[in-house]
């Protein structure tokens, strides 16, 4: 059999983590494949830290990156660049992942040079186009392109096999964020940040928090972090650490509502490889991110989800994680109890991670061998 020849395309942190595994097994199978890598750097510094943890030398770098650019410009950028190296490579197929605005133009891009495409972590769905934007949407229509869909769970399964995709062409087969992982905690690590360094992660209860969804900005993220506010004031063994997202609008309401809180710990935004061995010692993750949603539970983490919807119900339904809303009241309540009641903490912590058991990137080779 002649060989596959894959394109892996990417652009930002969160996709090169949940890529790096698959790039790794593809050099691996070296026998049945020929593969490439293409980042589109729709981010730069982010993406970069990602590939220097995981040794990632990318092939074709776009280099689309521009400070104020629009989703418009995003996707034309990617979609001129990426028909440049598909006419370059000629790939069979080629592989995007997640819900990225690269991810579309990507597919999008296979679509027009009418080359396979691969999706991995296909079939979520918050059931609301504008929640998360442009997310929701991405995932969509990159769905309606995709010739092989790696859904991370039974429940995205769902999802696909209910908007009438063919039941053959979806492969199930865990997150690769779990795989991904794997390789990076360290019990014995140390943070160049010295305040988190200092931090008694053995006494305190340890709240991490991120938040920087679209929908959120504004008095949805106020009413988060005044919750977060309220539980640090009122129990003396909590302290909240928030790496701030780099969007000025997010930070201006950090420091409005957690100014001289001793407590509360508001730090630059952490690489991968300190951001998950935080995630590793902390208490409690509240957060309005979707792949922390899958990385906290395999660490023993219960999660706290400040959204009103989310397209990763199954750690809702497995107990890993309860979606809070973003109401100030509720936030607070769910918090009290977790802080409060070890049998509901220890209910959580101990509930069965459902996105897999850390071999997603070779389930996904194996499945493009046998049905390539």
Not at 95 to 105: E, I, K
Not at 117 to 131: D, F, K, P, T, W
Not at 275 to 290: A, E, P, Q, R, Y
Request: proline content about 4%; some cysteine; glycine content about 6%.
């Amino acid at each position: 059999m002649d060989k596959i020849k894959v394109l892996v395309i990417f652009g930002t942190r969160p996709e090169a983590v949940k890529m790096a595994p698959i790039v790794k097994a593809l050099k691996k199978n070296q026998d049945n494949f020929v593969s490439k890598i293409c980042v589109t750097a729709q981010h730069r510094d982010m993406l970069d830290q990602v590939l220097r943890i995981f040794d990632i030398e990318p092939d074709y770098d776009l280099n689309i990156f521009e400070s104020g650019q629009t989703l418009t410009q995003i996707t034309c950028r990617a979609l001129r660049g990426l028909e440049e190296v598909i006419e370059d490579f000629n790939p069979d197929l080629i592989l995007v992942q997640g819900d990225t605005t690269t991810v579309f133009s990507g597919a999008l891009a296979a679509f027009y040079h009418q080359v396979k495409i691969g999706h991995v972590e296909a079939g979520l769905r918050s059931g609301n186009l504008y929640s998360p934007y442009p997310e929701e949407a991405n995932r969509m229509m990159t769905g309606v392109l995709t010739d092989f869909h790696f859904a991370p769970t039974e429940t995205s399964k769902d999802n696909l096999l209910r908007e009438g995709y063919d039941e053959n062409k979806i492969f199930i087969t865990g997150n690769t964020s779990i795989d991904a992982l794997s390789w990076v905690i360290d019990e014995n690590y140390k943070f160049e940040e010295e305040i988190i360094n200092k931090i008694d992660f053995r006494n305190k209860k340890v709240i991490l928090l991120t938040a920087h969804r679209r929908e959120n900005i504004g008095e949805p993220m106020k009413n988060i972090f005044s919750a977060l506010k309220d539980i640090a004031k009122e129990n003396k063994d909590v302290e909240v650490i928030y790496p701030m997202h780099l969007n000025p609008k997010v930070r201006e309401i950090a420091y409005e509502v957690f100014k001289g809180m001793q407590s509360v710990h508001l730090i630059e935004p952490l690489d991968y490889l300190p951001f998950t061995n935080l995630m590793n010692k902390c208490h409690i993750v509240v957060t309005d991110s979707g792949g922390v949603q899958e990385e906290a539970p395999s660490l023993g983490k219960p999660v706290l989800v400040v959204r009103r919807e989310t397209e990763r119900p199954e750690g809702i339904e497995a107990g890993t994680a309860k979606l809070a809303g973003t109401d100030r009241a509720n936030i607070y309540n769910e918090l009290n109890i977790l802080l409060n009641d070890e049998d509901e903490y220890r209910k959580m912590a101990n509930a069965v991670n459902p996105y897999g058991d850390g071999r997603a990137a070779e389930y996904i080779i194996q499945a493009i061998k046998d049905n390539f």
